[in-house]
Each structure stands twice: as C-alpha cells, then as structure tokens.
Nanobody, 123 residues
Framework: QVRLVESGGGLVQPGGSLRLSCAAS????????MGWYRQAPGKQRELVAT???????NYVDSVKGRFAISRDNAKNTVTLQMNSLKPEDTAVYYC?????????????????WGQGTQVTVSS
C-alpha cells in the first residue's frame, strides 16, 4: 500500500506565502514524476506543477514565477513553495506520484494521490 501525506496548507492573506510538503511511503519501489494538483470549488482538478526524477519542472502558466516545486529523491518527498499568493489560488491541493509499487494485483506502475490539503487566500 502506498501513502502520500501532505502538510502545510492553511489560511494566508493575499501576497503571502505557504509551503506544502508531501511524503510518499509504503510499498513503492520507484517514483518517476511527482507533482501538485489543485481543485477549486465548482472546478475541475488542474495540474499546478510537476517535477521529474531528473529535476525537470513544469508549471501551469498562472503560477509561473510565483511557485517553485522541488523534490528529494532519497526521501521520496516533494515540496511546493508558493509565494505572492492570490485569492484565485484558493483550492484543495493534492500531491501526486507516478511510480512503481506493490498493489493488490502485483507490482505495477500507477498514479498515487494524497488526501489533499486546503489552501485559502483571503484578507
């Protein structure tokens, strides 16, 4: 069983900063890409940022220059530093890992999700 546990969400004023962290544990053998997604009320879940094992990153246009994703491959963790936050960044943020793990049907590659952490940007 694979677990992704997020932390670091909360309430912040516009222009403020938050740092989200996610740790993967359990029967996971290799992690390829890791990333953060978000879902605002009434909207579909969207990609925020991803990072490959090599460190190559990808961001949605709306967060470029404000957010920074990083990872520690040895610890299976991924972090999202969010600066200059805006009210439109308000959402539940989900950690994602694409990896090779032991599942109920054997060892296979799959996409794993955390439970989500709420980020609210409001004055």
């Amino acid at each position: 069983q694979v677990r992704l546990v997020e932390s670091g969400g909360g309430l912040v004023q516009p222009g403020g900063s938050l740092r989200l962290s996610c740790a993967a544990s359990g029967s996971i053998f290799s992690i390829y890409a890791m990333g953060w997604y978000r879902q605002a009320p009434g909207k579909q879940r969207e990609l925020v940022a991803t990072i490959a094992t090599s460190g190559s990153t990808n961001y949605v246009d709306s967060v470029k220059g404000r957010f920074a994703i990083s990872r520690d491959n040895a610890k299976n963790t991924v972090t999202l530093q969010m600066n200059s936050l805006k009210p439109e960044d308000t959402a539940v943020y989900y950690c994602n890992a694409d990896g090779l793990a032991r599942t109920a049907v054997g060892i296979q590659r799959d996409s794993f999700w955390g439970q989500g952490t709420q980020v609210t940007v409001s004055s």
